[in-house]
């Protein structure tokens, strides 16, 4: 019930191209959904996050889609470029008091690689 | 200002050896975070420090691994003996609150028990 599922595990993209990322979780309790990017010899750092009560965040290239129902929810990156290459891990977690989160549960990672 | 840094970046040792990995966290920040990502699996929690308390160490495998931290400053990760299960990356992470998921991560410790 703690595990976060995500698909796929590598994704190949044409420069300019839509990326798209999906995870799962059967947790109701899970009520902060964060995603992280790592490049290569870097540790994991926050890319964007979402709560369940919105169905959609964009930051720029970068857009979280969340369907509560489902409890699936995924990372589109649009135009994306070869500098995005990297490791996308989906994450969920629950927030316990204003100023702290549960232990952060990972997916498996999807490793992206966008060619010129 | 400096970010997380982890020694050594990659240990290679043999079964039954002893390794001691070190973590300093961002100055000024109390919670400090140990995670350990085995080969193309997920990213999992090892156990969380504020200041030189274990706040929450449910992740952790067995008792060949043993956490410290310092006067709540560094933080070592040991783990003897060691065996072939515990080759991954460990990454430390560190925040100013128990915000866990906004932590700053370390490049992480590429561990190969041979």
């Known amino acids: 019930q703690q595990q976060v599922k995500q698909s796929p595990q590598s994704l190949i993209v044409q420069k300019g191209g839509i990326s798209i990322i999906n995870c799962a979780y059967e947790?109701?309790?899970?009520?902060?959904f964060p995603w992280y990017q790592q490049f290569p010899g870097k540790g994991p750092a926050l890319l964007i996050a979402?709560?369940?009560?919105?169905s959609e965040k964009k930051e720029g290239r970068f857009t979280i889609s969340f369907n509560k129902s489902a409890k699936q929810f995924s990372l589109h990156i649009m135009d994306s470029q070869p500098g995005d290459s990297a490791t996308y891990f989906c994450a969920a977690s629950i927030q316990l008091s204003k100023t702290s989160y549960d232990k952060v549960i990972f997916g498996p990672g999807t490793s992206l690689s966008v060619i010129p | 200002e400096a970010g997380v840094t982890q020694f050594p970046s990659h240990s290679v040792i043999e079964k039954g050896q002893t390794v001691t990995l070190r973590c300093d966290p961002i100055s000024g920040h109390d919670n400090l975070y140990w995670y350990r990502r085995v080969m193309g699996k997920e990213i999992k929690f090892l156990l969380h420090?504020?200041?030189?308390?274990?706040?929450?160490e449910s992740g952790m495998p067995n008792n060949r691994f043993l956490a410290e931290r310092t006067g709540g400053t560094y933080s070592t990760l040991k783990v003897q003996p060691a065996e072939l299960e515990d080759s991954g990356v460990y990454f430390c992470?560190?925040?100013?609150?128990?915000?866990?998921?906004?932590?700053?991560f370390g490049q992480g410790t590429r561990l190969t028990v041979v």
């Open positions: 979402i709560r369940p009560d919105v």
């Open positions: 420090f504020v200041k030189e308390s274990k706040q929450d």
């Open positions: 947790n109701t309790a899970f009520d902060y």
């Open positions: 992470a560190s925040s100013q609150w128990a915000v866990n998921t906004e932590a700053f």
